[in-house]
């Protein structure tokens, strides 16, 4: 399984950037799906996640009405959207696969497979 994400970069406050995690030795429609970051001398915390069953989804509330998750199935892919970025965004951002789980979590522990992260960075 490997999972590798792009899109990542600096952005002014204000700004957009959409995030790409692509997939292979794992069928993405089948597994829960989440978006998580690290900022320097934090703990890694969800954003946001998808359920395989219903792409119900989830997010955080610092990022609620800025950021959008989706799937695309034909392209093995998941992405994370991201609009009117703050500086409190800056962080590396990582996707992750829950393998045993099909609801959407921000259980951190549950989830198996990470990619290797992409930098984000907010700033003027």
């Known amino acids: 399984v490997r999972l590798v994400e792009s899109g990542g970069g600096l952005v002014q406050p204000g700004g957009s950037l959409r995030l790409s995690c692509a997939a292979s030795?794992?069928?993405?429609?089948?597994?829960?799906l989440g978006w998580f970051r690290q900022a320097p001398g934090k703990v890694r915390e969800g954003v946001s996640c998808?359920?395989?069953?219903?792409?119900?989804?989830y997010y955080t509330d610092s990022v609620k009405g800025r950021f959008t998750i989706s799937r695309d199935s034909a392209e093995n892919a998941l992405y994370l959207q991201m609009n009117s970025l703050k500086p409190e965004d800056t962080a590396v951002y990582y996707c992750?696969?829950?393998?045993?789980?099909?609801?959407?979590?921000?259980?951190?522990?549950?989830?198996?497979?990470w990619g290797q992260g992409t930098q984000v960075t907010v700033s003027p």
């Open positions: 992750a696969a829950a393998l045993q789980h099909e609801r959407c979590t921000l259980n951190r522990p549950l989830y198996d497979s």
């Open positions: 030795g794992i069928t993405l429609h089948y597994h829960a």
């Open positions: 998808i359920s395989s069953s219903d792409n119900s989804t």
